[in-house]
């Protein structure tokens, strides 16, 4: 049963427009959620993050919309750079975990943006 | 800068052979993670450790195994590689967080394509 779920597989947006990439849970218990940008043949690469206790968080171009009691959340990259092709995937994570430490990430299948010219 | 790094970029391995994939952070993480990525699987996660010489199974632990001896380095271990293990195999580490959640960004390294024939 998928946790995360990013139900579009592809995204095509225009450059400078804005790109909205959304993402669904169902594990309540997840209190930490996460967005990764990846190449063909690299690792993901670390975007943006957001604590369940907050709504939004940004940081440049980047913005994450987190509704928990929809359990969904959102990245919104304005405005869209050709360098932002690219795989994201969307991951979640809880700290239930009893050493303390993070106990894995839930990735979601990740959306393929492509940004056009 | 965090830096993981995996051993090989690239692998060949025959059916049945003992296969090592080594990974290693620079940054004192107590969290190592291994996952594999499959087209329109996403990212799963195998195992991961939260301390030297602990580990705990993630999503996929079947016909794998792992090892923490260091802090800084975890090894994914195929038992007898079998063609359905082809995939990109990523490790990644992140630090235990403090204050909002426990859980903090991890950071991946570039990952291993291995091929199983």
């Known amino acids: 049963d998928q946790q995360v779920k990013q139900n579009s597989p592809s995204l095509s947006v225009q450059e400078g427009r804005i790109s909205i990439l959304n993402c669904d849970y169902t594990?309540?218990?997840?209190?930490?959620f996460l967005w990764y940008k990846k190449y063909p043949a690299e690792g993901p690469t670390f975007l943006i993050s957001?604590?369940?206790?907050?709504d939004k968080n940004e940081d440049g171009r980047f913005t994450v919309f987190l509704n928990k009691s929809a359990k969904h959340l959102s990245l919104h990259i304005v405005p869209s750079q050709p360098g932002d092709s690219a795989v994201y995937f969307c991951?979640?994570?809880?700290?239930?975990?009893?050493?303390?430490?993070?106990?894995?990430?839930?990735f979601g299948k990740g959306t393929h943006l492509i940004i056009q010219p | 800068d965090v830096k993981v790094t995996q051993s090989s970029r690239y692998l060949v391995k025959r059916t049945g052979e003992k296969v090592f994939l080594e990974c290693v952070q620079d940054?004192?993480?107590?969290?190592m993670f291994w996952y594999r990525q499959d087209p329109g699987l996403g990212l799963r996660l195998i195992y991961f450790s939260y301390d030297v010489k602990m580990k705990e199974k993630g999503d996929i632990p079947e016909g794998y195994s792992v090892s923490r001896e260091k802090k800084e380095r975890f090894s994914l271990i195929l038992e007898s590689a079998s063609t359905n293990q082809t995939s990109m195999y990523l490790c990644?580490?992140?630090?235990?967080?403090?204050?909002?959640?426990?859980?903090?960004?991890?950071?991946f390294g570039q990952g291993t394509r291995l091929t199983v024939v």
């Open positions: 991951a979640a994570s809880t700290d239930l975990y009893s050493g303390g430490g993070a106990d894995g990430l839930t």
């Open positions: 594990n309540s218990m997840f209190d930490y």
């Open positions: 940054m004192d993480h107590e969290n």
């Open positions: 990644a580490s992140s630090k235990t967080g403090t204050g909002e959640s426990w859980a903090t960004e991890a950071f």
């Open positions: 957001i604590s369940s206790i907050k």
